[in-house]
């Protein structure tokens, strides 16, 4: 859409069911705060709204874990992620919840609405239902294994692994989330939405009207999704969370989280058009508004056919000109997840890494997974700080402000007549805004990020062709020019680095003391204006925007996510059953005994396995043992073992072992020899 008459911008709603890290921030929070930003900069009419997400089945299954309610899961959850997008400065105009009043009735009013145009289809259809925890399995309720892919830790909604979207019957082998019972099918009554009635409208206006204007990721989701087949998809669930379904005869059923969830976007609208005093419906219901929706990439499917499906149906709502979603961002080349502590947690960060929120941004925004998975290394973090932002952004600022300090005591010099290097430097300046601006309005984050970071380049290397530190003495008139050019660059800078480092600009605007010009900076002005900061402005002393980062503050995090990868692997860990029993006479016949390998060498053409020559005590005998890919042969020459000597020899690879090296195995396949504390001689008997 060209020329809208106002914005409505909205990002996901975050699970209340833990708290934020990296992967929410970098998918979905800092692309749409950058957007807002730049928008708001250009003094465009925004609304940027979002909220918590109160009613998944993710927070009852929280909620039975720890024997609390869901609310008090939630509220503590709420304050959490409220708190740490304040933090980092994630500038919503309005944070709401699903439980707040106005959501449970603006969901209800569209529930109706689309109930009494006769938009859903009424069905008694079998559903999984959990008889020892006497209730029926919403989708998260349920895992097994996908029939498309094969994964067993498939959902009753969507396999993670593939990406298919699934009903809770179609699972193989399904399992209760709450027993671990095998589940039964039961009949139950729901409303449908009738997706598959929709194709033909979803075909033309994704597949034809969007195919050069939607990120690749997302149209080739909503392709992949519309030409499999659409099906009806139920709307509502039995369950005891969420909001009612407003109609009779729906007595123990609520809403379906991805029904009600997304017109958590028009009730938070709602919230802020009240609390400041305007009309809501302008920007949900006027064609002359721009609805962008941000979100990570297993949300595609909700927000590209689901919700307009819902919108369309209703009539009265527009429909989303962009639905600009990210991939997943990995962690030191793992996928990231909180049920395994594998993540980077916004609160825990700023407890190790205070007042550096825009250092996070920063590296989030270069590494952003736009159009595919992309990994998140606290190696590159350190680099992305010492290197670009210390060595390149705040070298150039501390230069320009340490310099007009130090010459003209902070007040901006009188330009003398400019060189063509001088004009060509702001020209570019002009130039490189009109840039990053094309490249945020076709949401190219990390390519916009990497412009903005030019104009820091430029600045040093204008100084350094420069030197006006060589010149103050020889040539100040020439000075003073530079100076000025330089002035300009830094106070373009702290405008348009505001959407991707918004506590760096806000530090550089005080230092520029920006806020006692005449008239406020914007976007647009960069462009337009010939001279940002006139002569004879005065500027505050110099402050560091940036400090480097030591080797040993990113070598604690490694620990702490080494450590992290250690727990799992004991929390993870899977005994063995325990095998049929024996009597005790038949494990009296083995005869182990204390022994010392004598030597050891590969046996040939045999990837796994050693020929050993150990000494029981008894004799000296020669044991193949299938270890060689565990120990090499020359570190376990003197090891005291565990052998059973009475084995019935066998002929392996052509040599004859008599007897077996006794060995424990962990859960990652590593072996460790089974011996004994004292040093016993060897022949001494184990029993």
């Not at 250690?566 to 899977?574: C, E, P, R, T």
Request: proline share 5%.
């Amino acid at each position: 859409m060209k020329n809208p008459k106002r914005y409505t911008i909205t990002a996901a709603l975050p699970y209340t069911n833990g708290p934020i890290h990296i992967g929410h921030l970098a998918g979905v929070y800092i692309p749409a705060d950058i957007y807002t930003r730049y928008l708001k900069l250009n003094q465009k009419d925004v609304v940027f709204v979002c909220g918590s997400d109160e009613h998944g089945v993710p927070i009852t299954i929280k909620a039975k874990k720890e024997g609390i309610t869901p609310q008090q899961v939630v509220d503590r959850y709420n304050a959490i992620i409220k708190q740490s997008f304040e933090d980092f400065g994630i500038q919503f105009d309005n944070y709401s919840r699903t439980s707040a009043e106005v959501h449970h009735e603006t969901a209800s009013e569209f529930f109706k609405t689309l109930y009494e145009n006769d938009k859903f289809i009424e069905e008694t259809t079998e559903q999984l239902y959990d008889a020892e925890a006497k209730q029926f399995l919403a989708d998260r309720f349920v895992t097994g294994t996908c029939p498309k892919c094969g994964n067993e830790e498939a959902y009753g909604d969507q396999c993670e692994k593939c990406g298919s979207s699934l009903n809770a019957t179609d699972l193989i082998q399904p399992k209760s989330a709450i027993t671990g019972n095998t589940p039964s099918l039961k009949e139950t009554k729901h409303w449908f939405l009738p997706l598959d009635q929709y194709s033909n409208w979803l075909k033309q206006w994704i597949l034809n009207e969007h195919k050069n204007d939607w990120k690749p990721n997302v149209y080739g989701q909503c392709k992949s999704w519309i030409e499999d087949g659409l099906r009806p998809r139920a709307v509502t669930r039995d369950l005891d969370w969420g909001i009612p379904v407003p109609v009779k005869n729906a007595e123990g059923k609520v809403l379906y989280v991805w029904f009600d969830a997304p017109i958590g976007y028009i009730s938070s609208t709602k919230e802020w058009a009240k609390r400041e005093q305007k009309e809501w419906e302008p920007y949900w219901k006027d064609q002359d508004t721009k609805l962008v929706h941000f979100i990570g990439k297993d949300n595609i499917v909700f927000h590209c056919i689901i919700f307009p499906v819902m919108l369309k149906a209703h009539g009265d709502y527009i429909l989303p000109d962009n639905v600009p979603s990210n991939e997943f961002l990995n962690l030191e080349g793992q996928k990231l997840s909180t049920s395994k502590n594998w993540a980077v947690w916004l609160h825990e960060y700023l407890d190790d890494f205070p007042n550096q929120q825009d250092v996070l941004r920063y590296t989030l925004t270069a590494n952003a997974p736009e159009t595919k998975d992309n990994d998140f290394t606290w190696k590159d973090f350190q680099t992305r700080n010492n290197s670009e932002l210390v060595g390149i952004f705040g070298n150039f600022i501390n230069r320009v402000v340490v310099l007009t300090n130090k010459y003209y005591q902070g007040l901006i010099p009188e330009k003398e007549e400019l060189t063509k290097v001088d004009l060509d430097t702001l020209k570019t300046l002009k130039e490189s805004t009109e840039d990053i601006s094309q490249s945020i309005e076709l949401y190219r984050f990390r390519e916009a990020q990497a412009k903005m970071m030019n104009i820091a380049r430029l600045g040093n290397k204008y100084l350094a062709d420069e030197e006006p530190w060589k010149l103050q003495k020889t040539n100040p008139e020439r000075t003073r020019s530079i100076m000025y050019v330089a002035i300009q660059i830094a106070a373009g800078l702290s405008i348009i680095s505001e959407p991707f480092l918004p506590f760096t600009s806000k530090k550089l605007k005080s230092m520029l003391s920006l806020n006692t010009l005449e008239n406020e900076l914007s976007w647009s002005l960069i462009s337009n204006l010939d001279e940002l900061i006139p002569p004879k402005h005065q500027i505050n002393s110099a402050e560091l925007l940036f400090t480097k980062i030591e080797d040993d503050t990113i070598q604690r995090q490694l620990d702490k996510l080494k450590q992290t990868k250690q727990d799992n692997l004991h929390d993870n860990s899977v005994v063995e059953p325990q095998k049929e029993e024996v009597s005790f006479d038949d494990f009296s016949k083995l005869d182990i005994r204390t022994a010392t390998i004598l030597a050891a060498e590969k046996m040939p053409k045999a990837k796994k396995l050693l020929k050993l020559k150990v000494d029981t005590g008894l004799d000296q005998r020669t044991i193949v043992s299938g270890i060689a890919e565990h120990f090499k042969p020359e570190d376990i020459v003197g090891k005291k073992v565990s052998v059973i000597v009475n084995l019935k020899p066998i002929k392996l690879r052509g040599t004859l072992s008599e007897g077996m090296i006794l060995m424990a195995t962990d859960t990652k396949g590593d072996l460790s020899f089974v011996n004994i504390e004292n040093n016993f001689g060897n022949g001494m008997i184990i029993s």
